[in-house]
């Protein structure tokens, strides 16, 4: 079992930046590769970003170039670094290790971080 507590959502302005946070209770990011998720309410759950146990990364096409995804191992803490934030990048924010091979769907969920994008 795996417990992920997620922090640094705000709200902010269009265009202004934040920086996500996900500290899993115990050591996880080489078993298992990692990613953001995003959900608005009443929408299904959309994967933003992976990180891969060997350090790759990958961008859903509408975050490429202003999303990264990192992780410090020393720090067992992943982030998301997000600028240039739009008001469609409004939603509750997850991470959750992917299985990008068969689906399935880790039951690690936290309680994830709210993001609004408003002027």
């Known amino acids: 079992q795996v417990t992920l507590v997620e922090s640094g959502g705000g709200l902010v302005q269009p265009g202004g930046s934040l920086r996500l946070s996900c500290v899993p209770s115990?050591?996880?990011?080489?078993?298992?590769?990692m990613g953001w998720y995003r959900q608005v309410p009443g929408k299904q759950r959309e994967l933003v970003a992976v990180i891969t146990r060997g350090g790759a990364t990958n961008y859903t096409e509408s975050v490429k170039g202003r999303f990264t995804i990192s992780r410090d191992n020393a720090k067992n803490t992943m982030y998301l670094q997000m600028n240039s934030l739009k008001p469609e990048d409004t939603a509750d924010y997850y991470c959750?290790?992917?299985?990008?091979?068969?689906?399935?769907?880790?039951?690690?969920w936290g309680q994830g971080t709210q993001v609004t994008v408003s002027s």
């Open positions: 959750n290790p992917v299985d990008s091979v068969l689906g399935y769907e880790y039951p690690y």
């Open positions: 115990r050591s996880i990011f080489s078993v298992y590769d």
